[in-house]
């Protein structure tokens, strides 16, 4: 059985620097196959995917974070981390990682987070 | 980045109605579209992926069609539980980007 959770800081102070972990259970980040995804949820609005962390150590971003992201994973310790730079009251969200699914369907590839974690909500004020 | 747009925004139903959401995308995504469902306060949960597979352990209630640019979500005979918002995504581009949702209300 597959399970993420999700910790760190609840508040933030605009400037700072926030790192968020994802533990999980019920798989290894550390064969190829296999991803970690995180994606957030302002208040009231929309999901928005940020970043995706393979097994082997690639790395995808959203273009529109303007490379304050950062993903990392601790591979001992089941964990995928991610860090933001130079926070700002816009990055007030609930944060989720999430456990990507990779399948051959119909000889296509296809991605889809097929287990995600409660979430945690971050504000970011002064 | 590719652009989702969701229609309608939100929608009122009954239970055992049928519900149909389209879910448009800005440029071709082939068959690389996913369906999640949100309730209130919970994570979004995976019911369709690959535009027309059913995720393990969802109701077959709920399909899935489409390809290219659009697609569907259709519920047949709406149930309790199912009143929630519907996202749809887009894996054939980084940014896998979310449509806006689209809210099933009583």
């Known amino acids: 059985q597959i399970t993420l959770k999700e910790s760190g800081p609840t508040l933030v102070r605009p400037t700072q620097t926030l790192t968020l972990t994802c533990t999980f259970s019920g798989f290894s980040l550390s064969t190829s196959g296999v991803g970690v995804g995180w994606i957030r949820q302002p208040p009231g609005e929309a999901l928005e995917w940020l970043a995706l962390l393979y097994g082997d150590d690639s790395k995808r971003y959203s273009p529109s974070l303007k490379n304050r992201f950062t993903i990392n994973k601790d591979t001992s310790k089941n964990q995928a981390v991610l860090t933001i730079i130079n926070m700002d009251p816009g990055d007030t969200a609930t944060y989720y990682c999430?456990?990507?699914?990779?399948?051959?369907?119909?000889?296509?590839?296809?991605?889809?987070?097929?287990?995600w974690g409660q979430g945690t909500m971050v504000t970011v004020s002064p | 980045d590719v652009q989702m747009t969701q229609s309608p925004s939100s929608l009122s139903a009954s239970v055992g109605d049928r519900v149909t959401i389209t879910c448009r995308a800005s440029?071709?995504?082939?068959?690389?579209l996913n369906w999640y469902q949100q309730r209130p306060g919970k994570a979004p949960s995976l019911l369709i992926y690959?535009?027309?597979t059913l995720q393990s352990g969802v109701p077959s209630r709920f399909s899935g069609g489409g390809s290219g640019t659009d697609f569907t979500l259709t519920i047949n005979g709406l149930q309790p539980e199912d009143f929630a918002t519907y996202y749809c995504?887009?894996?054939?581009?980084?940014?896998?980007?979310f449509g806006q949702g689209t809210k099933v209300e009583v």
């Open positions: 690959a535009a027309s």
């Open positions: 440029e071709n995504v082939y068959k690389y």
């Open positions: 995504q887009q894996n054939n581009k980084i940014p896998q980007t």
């Open positions: 999430a456990h990507l699914s990779i399948k051959v369907v119909m000889g296509a590839i296809s991605h889809a987070f097929d287990v």
